[in-house]
C-alpha cells in the first residue's frame, strides 16, 4: 500500500532580509536594536519582537520595549520574551484617549536589607493611583506593590538595589495601569528592571553555530510559522545565497550611525514637544496627541505648529498688558 501522506519539509532559518519585510525595519534599524534592546537574540526572536513592537506600536529605539532573555528554572534554558517599561505602558494607556494621568507614589514603612558589602534602607509597601475618564467621569485605580512579593533577590536585583524606592513605585504604577486597562495590558509582561540600562548578560545562552540560513517563498514561509504542508508535487523551490544572522550581518556603519543619530535628535524631539505640551497647558492651549511612531519629521513640525501657538499666545498677552499699562497712565 502506497504510503500518501505529506511529509513535513524541516523548517527552514529566516534570514535578515525576510525580517525587514515581515517587520519594516530597515537592517540599520535591525543591527541597532540588536545591540540595544535585545542582546543575543536570533533572528527568528528578532522577528517576534520586532512585529509586537509593530502591532503595541512600542519604539524600542526609544526603549519602550526590550528582548530579555531569563533562564527557564524548569528547563534550564534561556527563554526570550518582550517586556515593556514603564514609559511604554504610560505610552499605551495614553494612546487610549482617556489616561488622566497618576499621583506619586505613597511609601509606608521601610527596612533593611543587607547585601553581601552593605546594608540598605528599602521601602516595604508602595500605592500609586491613576485616573482614567469612564463615562465621562474620573475614575481612580489604586495600584499596591510590596517588596517582598516584586524583589528579584541579590543576583538580579542591581537596580533595586541602587534605586529602591524608584523601582517598587514602577511596580506599583504598573499594576495601577493593569487595572484602568486590562484588556490592553493585562497579558503584556512589565519589568521595572529594564528602564534606562543595559542589562547583564549572565543568563544569556552561549553562542551557538547555526547552519547556513536561506530566504524562503511565501508558500515556505507558511509552513515554518503556520505548519501548512505543500501538496507533494509543489515546485522546489530555489537556494538563495547563505546569509549571516543580523549579529554577524555586514551593514554599512554610516547608516548604523545615520540611525543613532536619528534616534537622539527623536528623543530630543519629544523632550521639547513635552515641555511645549506643558507650556501650552498653563496657556489653555489644546495639545494634539502624537503617535508613538511619529517620524522625526513629524515631531519637528508639530513641536514647531506648538511653538508658533505659544508665541502667538503670548504676544497677544504682552499686547494686552502694555495696552493697559497705558490706560492706567
Known amino acids: ?39 543575543d537574540a536570533t533572528l527568528q526572536e528578532l522577528a517576534m519582537f520586532l512585529h509586537s513592537c509593530r502591532q503595541l506600536r512600542l519604539d524600542p529605539l526609544l526603549r519602550q520595549a526590550y528582548l530579555i532573555k531569563r533562564k527557564d528554572t524548569r528547563t534550564g534554558q534561556a527563554r526570550a520574551s518582550l517586556q515593556v517599561g514603564i514609559d511604554g505602558y504610560r505610552g499605551l494607556a495614553d494612546r487610549q484617549g482617556n489616561y488622566a494621568g497618576s499621583s506619586e507614589p505613597t511609601f509606608r514603612r521601610t527596612k533593611e536589607l543587607k547585601l553581601k558589602d552593605r546594608t540598605i534602607v528599602v521601602p516595604d509597601y508602595c500605592q500609586v ?130 540611525a543613532e543619530a536619528e534616534r537622539e535628535q527623536r528623543s530630543e524631539q519629544w523632550q521639547t514637544n513635552r515641555r511645549l505640551g506643558e507650556e501650552a497647558a498653563k496657556l489653555k492651549l489644546k495639545v494634539p496627541t502624537l503617535r508613538a511612531n511619529s517620524t522625526l519629521q513629524q515631531l519637528t513640525a508639530a513641536n514647531a505648529e506648538l511653538q508658533r501657538q505659544i508665541n502667538q499666545v503670548l504676544d497677544e498677552q504682552l499686547a494686552r498688558d502694555s495696552e493697559q499699562e497705558g490706560w492706567s497712565k
Not at 511529509?7 to 535591525?30: D, H, K, N, W
Open 129 to 258: 493611583v491613576t485616573w482614567k475618564i469612564v463615562q465621562g467621569q474620573k475614575a481612580t485605580f489604586v495600584g499596591e506593590a510590596r517588596w517582598d512579593e516584586f524583589y528579584p533577590g541579590p543576583d538580579q536585583g542591581f537596580m533595586w538595589h541602587k534605586m529602591p524606592f524608584h523601582q517598587l513605585a514602577k511596580c506599583a504604577e504598573a499594576q495601577s495601569l493593569r487595572k484602568g486597562w486590562p484588556a490592553l495590558l493585562g497579558a503584556i509582561e512589565m519589568s521595572p528592571d529594564v528602564d534606562g540600562q543595559e542589562l547583564p548578560r549572565q543568563d544569556a545562552p552561549e553562542p551557538r553555530q547555526e547552519r547556513p540560513r536561506r530566504t524562503m517563498s511565501v508558500s515556505e514561509y507558511n509552513r515554518t510559522f503556520y505548519g501548512v504542508d505543500e501538496p507533494e508535487d509543489a515546485p522546489a523551490q530555489p537556494q538563495e545565497a547563505p546569509v549571516e544572522e543580523v549579529a554577524q550581518a555586514r551593514v554599512d556603519d554610516d547608516a548604523v550611525a545615520q
Open 1 to 39: 500500500m502506497t504510503d500518501t501522506r505529506i511529509e513535513r519539509r524541516t523548517p527552514q532559518g529566516l534570514t535578515l532580509q525576510m525580517v525587514v519585510e515581515l517587520t519594516g525595519y530597515s537592517p540599520a534599524e535591525i543591527a541597532l536594536i540588536a545591540r540595544t534592546v535585545a542582546n
